[in-house]
């Protein structure tokens, strides 16, 4: 158990909608990002957020936002659904400020009908 | 620019064998961060280890051993000994820069199938 926690496990929903997946960080880490892992592109960077603020943006498409609230916890946010969206969505988090390890969380698997 | 290439996408081996799992990244940074992580059957993503550019050193934690080796920028992985719970997806991954806290550029993983 990494210590991050990721909240539903499984989403099944359909095209067009919109859904929200949760991440809480382990207990004292400032960073967390979000990753997407799909077949076709693999383990893919979407947002890094620091200690409630942006710090880096990968692939993440327009449709995408995420945030991280003064308790730490993050959100991403997707919305107009397409089929390509189906995909495993990792949260990882680390310490923050120096060099360190991301630990990821047990991942929302999506899939979109 | 980043990018991690695991050339091996499946091996199959023996339960019992060694297996050498081969990582070659390219950066332009001189200091950055190389991972290895192991995604088993059930999905999640587990850390097994972190290793800067600045150390050289080759890492052995029980059947694992990592070799690292700056002047072929490679970073390859053994089992010794694979057992059944060694299936898995390994990745390995890279983050540039001093801080070693930027987001993580994976390869497309290798495959390990280890038959009983």
């Known amino acids: 158990d990494s210590g991050v926690t990721q909240t539903p496990k499984h989403l099944i929903t359909a095209t067009g909608q919109r859904v929200t997946l949760r991440c809480s960080p382990r207990s004292g880490d400032l960073s967390v990002y979000w990753y997407q892992q799909s077949l076709d592109q693999g383990l893919q960077f979407l947002i890094q957020?620091?200690?409630?603020?942006?710090?880096a943006k990968g692939n993440i498409l327009e449709r995408f936002s995420a945030q991280q609230f003064p308790d730490l916890h993050s959100e991403l946010n997707l919305s107009s659904l397409e089929l390509g969206d189906s995909a495993l969505y990792f949260c990882?988090?680390?310490?923050?400020?120096?060099?360190?390890?991301?630990?990821f969380g047990p991942g929302t698997r999506l899939t979109v009908l | 620019a980043q990018k991690v290439t695991q050339a091996q996408t499946e091996i199959s081996v023996v339960e019992k064998e060694d297996v050498t799992l081969d990582c070659v990244y390219e950066t332009r940074d001189t200091t950055y961060y190389l991972f290895w992580y192991k995604q088993p059957p059930s999905g999640e993503l587990v850390f097994l280890i972190r290793?800067?550019?600045?150390?050289?050193q080759n890492e052995i934690s029980g059947r694992y051993s990592w070799n690292f080796q700056k002047s072929t920028s490679s970073f390859n992985f053994t089992i010794t000994a694979s057992q059944v719970v060694d299936s898995a997806v390994y990745f390995c991954?890279?983050?540039?820069?001093?801080?070693?806290?930027?987001?993580?550029?994976f390869g497309k993983g290798t495959r390990l199938s280890v038959i009983a």
């Open positions: 290793r800067n550019s600045f150390d050289e």
């Open positions: 991954a890279l983050s540039e820069g001093a801080s070693g806290n930027t987001p993580l550029v």
């Open positions: 957020y620091y200690n409630g603020e942006e710090r």
């Open positions: 990882a988090s680390s310490v923050g400020g120096g060099p360190d390890t991301q630990y």
